[in-house]
T-cell receptor, first 117, second 114 residues
C-alpha cells in the first residue's frame, strides 16, 4: 500500500522569506502523480501544485515550486516570498497513475504553516 | 461557475443514529469521491462514484454507503453512528478519464457524534 509521510507537523516563516515543506512517499508503482494541497481555515482543499512522476522537470506555479527526487521518493514544496495568505495546513498527496485508482488520493498528515508578519 | 457544494455544513448526531450528507459536483464533472478527515489528520478515501455506481472503496465498513444520481450529485450515508465517526467529510469531483485529472474539493460537512 502506498504511504505518504510529512515529518514536519508545524513550520513557521517570516513574511517575504522562503520555506520548504518536506514529503516522502512509498510506492512500488512507476506511474503516479504527486500533489500539494492547501487547506485554510475555510476547510476547502485547494490544489497548489502537481507533478507527474514521468516528468523529470520540477513543477513550478508562480511562488510555489517542488523538488521531486524520484529515486529518493521525496517531494518537497518550496514557497518563495511567503505571504500572510499562505498560512494554512499543507497536505502532500499521492495518486496511482492508471487503472481504477485514478481518483483515490493518499494524503499525508499535513504540515501547519504559520506566516509571521 | 459554482464549485463543489456540500450540505449541511455542520451537524450533530448521537450514537446509533444515521446521517446523510449531500454533494453537488462542479459543473461539467461526472465523478464524485468522498473523504473522511479526522481532527489533525489528512483526509482518508471512503469511496468513489461514477455512472451511478461505486467504483472504488477505501478501508471503511459497510456502515458507510453512498449513492450517485443521474445529475451526478451524490449522497454519503453513515448508519449506526459511532463516536469515532466525528470528522470533516469532504466531497471531491472530477472528470473521468486518463491523466492527472484534478480533484475539486468542497468545503466539507462537519459531523459531530455525541
Amino acid at each position: 500500500a502506498q504511504t505518504v509521510t510529512q515529518s514536519q507537523p508545524e513550520m513557521s516563516v517570516q513574511e517575504a522569506e522562503t520555506v520548504t515543506l518536506s514529503c516522502t512517499y512509498d510506492t512500488s508503482e512507476s506511474d503516479y502523480y504527486l500533489f500539494w494541497y492547501k487547506q485554510p481555515p475555510s476547510r476547502q482543499m485547494i490544489l497548489v501544485i502537481r507533478q507527474e512522476a514521468y516528468k523529470q522537470q520540477n513543477a513550478t506555479e508562480n511562488r510555489f515550486s517542488v523538488n521531486f527526487q524520484k529515486a529518493a521518493k521525496s517531494f518537497s514544496l518550496k514557497i518563495s516570498d511567503s505571504q500572510l495568505g499562505d498560512a494554512a495546513m499543507y497536505f502532500c498527496a499521492y495518486r496511482k497513475g492508471s487503472g481504477g485508482s485514478n481518483y483515490k488520493l493518499t494524503f499525508g498528515k499535513g504540515t501547519l504553516l504559520t506566516v509571521n508578519p | 461557475d459554482a464549485g463543489v457544494t456540500q450540505s449541511p455544513t455542520h451537524l450533530i448526531k448521537t450514537r446509533g443514529q444515521q446521517v446523510t450528507l449531500r454533494c453537488s459536483p462542479k459543473s461539467g464533472h461526472d465523478t464524485v469521491s468522498w473523504y473522511q478527515q479526522a481532527l489533525g489528520q489528512g483526509p482518508q478515501f471512503i469511496f468513489q462514484y461514477y455512472e451511478e455506481e461505486e467504483r472504488q472503496r477505501g478501508n471503511f465498513p459497510d456502515r458507510f454507503s453512498g449513492h450517485q444520481f443521474p445529475n451526478y450529485s451524490s449522497e454519503l450515508n453513515v448508519n449506526a453512528l459511532l463516536l469515532g465517526d466525528s470528522a470533516l467529510y469532504l466531497c471531491a469531483s472530477s472528470i473521468r478519464g486518463p491523466g492527472a485529472n484534478v480533484l475539486t474539493f468542497g468545503a466539507g460537512s462537519r459531523l459531530t457524534v455525541l
